[in-house]
Every structure is written in structure tokens, then in C-alpha cells.
């Protein structure tokens, strides 16, 4: 039983050019549903969107087997990050690329194209499979606020594939890390900066000096921390009064991402003493690691299946976090394929169809048993 590779990639064509940035997604999740049912699943969409602005929720789909198999459970998103307006797919050599202004959106339409292509040839060759779920997440880019608000009392299978990771098919990511979110805001005293500026306190000062005590970027081989942004408004004639700044950490481990949050908290204290001044530091948990044995079965079935393919793959961790996070923190072990996204997030991510083609046949073969 073969995909049809040349209506695959006509899928993912048309896929991209549909716009769904974040909080956007409707317009692609109505087609998803209506397509989704001519292929025989049973779909609804949950009241997510309601929770996090978005004006489409989750689509839930499920398509019974004849199998006698515990239900399995796919997953890709729906939501692109920008710039994904307009995409316009241009293919050379074989690789599917956008035409240099917009990203491509193959992350995460790839997945997504794939699931759908599965589905059309179990439906037109009938072959028996075991029940399968669906879930098309919004809102992920930036916060996995779909998978978050996803409803899980709809859901009833008991392992899960994300198909959402970059690099080559057979990559299995069994640890993805926690993350936290550091927001803090810096509290100094207003003062003239050319008449009196000794009786100031420069906001930028603290913000700076904290920044220069933190170790930073690559921490470890399970951790990382970065600051994102930071921002002192101001006229040059004023020493500044409030800065604030909005940083992140991650990690494999859940006690090293406390360490080291707490060391950049306190990096913000100590600053704010030695100016006397003030920082307000708020550590918010964005979402949990999680980590897949490499004995589990999950990993077995998928070695065997890629094996199959004649594909040799391997495990790996990831520094990023995704969907299968918060899957795995509900109850449903889960890892996240490689599906040969290429640059995500940038004006030259691009796919190569062979990759878009295996994946394909990857699910079909899972989905089958």
C-alpha cells in the first residue's frame, strides 16, 4: 500500500498558502474539519481558542478501527509564526522552498499533509488499522497554549507522535526540556541628569549590572537561559526610573532550571542592592520536561517501523519545547518525530519532498499496526 506522493505534495502546496498565524488559525481549521469528514473521522473542536484569543479552537478527530489495539494518537499544529502571510511555495530540485519573503510553514503543515495523506489511503484502500486520534493544536508557536487548554477527556489513546521536529526522518526525541519565564522589573528614582543626577537612581544601571552577573546562553549540556528583551523608556535628560526585562530558562532537569532561575533572580536582587533600588522579579512555569526511556515500547515500535523503511534511527533530546510536553504531562506518553523541517522560523526553512514522502509513509505504517 503506497501514498499517492504527487496529491501529498499538492496537499502541502495548498496547505501553506491557507494563512493561519498564531491566534488566526480559523480559516485552515474549517477546511481541516470538512476534509477531515470526507475521510471518515469523527471531529469536533474544542472551546480552547474561547481560553487563549484564538478564533479557532483544537480540532479533535478520530477515525474507528477494525483492529483490536489500543487507540493511538497523532498531533501536528496549526499556527505558523511570522511572516506567514501570503506564502508562495516555489519547488527546485526537489525541495520545496518559499519565495524568500515569508517563511515556508512547513513547520507545521508538513505534519499535518502527512496525517492527512495516511488518512486518504486508509480510506480508499480500506485496510485495517487500529482506532486512530487526531489532534490539530492552535496556538503552540510561542507558549503550546493549544495543547495547554486541549481537552483531554475526548481523548482515549494511550501512547502519542507528534510529528513536529526538525532534521532527518528517523530522529525519535524522547527529552524535551522545562521552561520558566523571568519578568522582572526594575525600580530606580528619577532625577536631572544635568542638574542632579547624584540624586538619582538609573533604572538602566540595576538592569544592566544584573545582567552582567548572570551566566547565560548555553549553561550546560541540559541548560540554557537567554535574555529576550529589555526596555527603559526615556528622554536623555532624565535619569530612568523603571527598566524591565523578560528573559526565559530551560532545562532537562527540573532542579537545575530551579538553580538557575534562582540564580538569575538573585543576580537581579544583588544589582538592585548594591544601586538601592528596587527589582520585582516574577518566575512564571511555562511547561514541564519530559523524558521517554529508551527502552520504552514506544521507542521499540518506532525502531522497528523505521527499520522496516530501511531507515536507521536514532534518539535524541531536544532543547526545545513542543506539543509532546504537554501530552506526555497529561497522561499520554508521547515523542516527537523528525519530519525534515529545514530553518524553521526563518525566510529560507524549506523541505525536501522525499522527507515529506517518508513521513507519510511512517504514519500509514503506524496507523496500520
Excluded at 35 to 64: C, F, K, P, T, Y
Excluded at 102 to 117: F, V
Excluded at 264 to 269: D, F, K, Q, R, S
Excluded at 345 to 354: D, G, S, V, W
Amino acid at each position: 500500500m503506497m501514498i499517492n506522493e504527487q496529491r501529498l505534495l499538492e496537499r502541502f502546496l495548498r496547505y501553506v498558502q491557507i494563512d493561519s498565524p498564531t491566534r488566526e488559525e480559523g480559516d485552515f481549521a474549517r477546511i481541516l474539519m470538512a476534509e477531515m469528514q470526507e475521510l471518515g473521522l469523527e471531529v469536533e473542536m474544542d472551546g480552547a481558542g474561547e481560553v487563549v484569543g484564538s478564533n479557532s479552537g483544537n480540532l479533535i478527530g478520530r477515525l474507528n478501527g477494525q483492529l483490536d489495539r489500543d487507540p493511538i494518537l497523532f498531533s501536528s499544529h496549526m499556527d505558523t509564526v511570522s511572516p506567514g502571510r501570503g506564502i508562495k511555495p516555489v519547488i527546485k530540485d526537489g525541495t520545496i522552498y518559499s519565495d524568500g519573503t515569508t517563511i515556508l510553514g512547513a513547520d507545521n503543515k508538513a505534519g499535518i499533509a502527512a496525517l492527512m495523506e495516511a488518512f486518504a489511503v486508509l480510506k480508499e484502500t480500506s485496510a485495517p488499522h487500529g482506532d486512530v486520534e487526531v489532534a490539530f493544536t492552535i496556538f503552540e508557536e510561542g507558549g503550546l497554549f493549544g495543547s495547554k487548554n486541549l481537552d483531554y477527556t475526548r481523548l482515549k489513546a494511550k501512547k502519542g507522535f507528534v510529528l513536529d521536529s526538525g532534521g532527518d526522518p528517523g530522529d525519535i526525541i524522547i527529552a524535551g526540556p522545562a521552561q520558566a519565564k523571568i519578568d522582572v522589573t526594575f525600580t530606580g528614582l528619577e532625577a536631572h541628569a544635568g542638574v542632579a543626577p547624584e540624586t538619582g537612581i538609573s533604572a538602566i544601571m540595576i538592569a544592566a549590572d544584573a545582567i552582567s552577573r548572570m551566566k547565560l546562553l548555553r549553561i550546560d549540556e541540559e541548560t540554557t537561559a537567554n535574555i529576550g528583551s529589555i526596555e527603559g523608556k526615556g528622554p536623555t535628560n532624565i535619569v530612568t526610573k523603571e527598566v524591565r526585562i523578560q528573559a526565559e530558562a530551560r532545562s532537562l532537569s527540573d532542579e537545575k532550571l530551579k538553580a538557575q532561575t534562582d540564580h538569575m533572580a538573585e543576580c537581579c536582587y544583588e544589582a538592585a542592592r548594591k544601586f538601592n533600588g528596587k527589582a520585582d522579579v516574577v518566575i512564571a512555569p511555562a511547561y514541564g520536561a519530559f523524558s521517554i526511556p529508551e527502552d520504552h515500547a514506544l521507542v521499540s515500535e518506532l525502531k522497528a517501523v523505521f527499520a522496516q523503511m530501511g531507515i536507521q534511527a536514532k534518539t535524541a533530546r531536544s532543547g526545545g519545547g513542543s506539543d509532546t510536553n504537554v501530552f506526555n504531562a497529561n497522561g499520554i506518553p508521547s515523542v516527537n518525530l523528525a519530519i525534515g523541517e529545514r530553518k524553521p522560523h526563518t525566510l529560507e526553512e524549506h523541505l525536501h519532498i522525499r522527507d515529506l514522502n517518508t513521513t507519510a509513509e511512517l504514519v500509514l505504517r503506524l496507523m496500520q499496526g
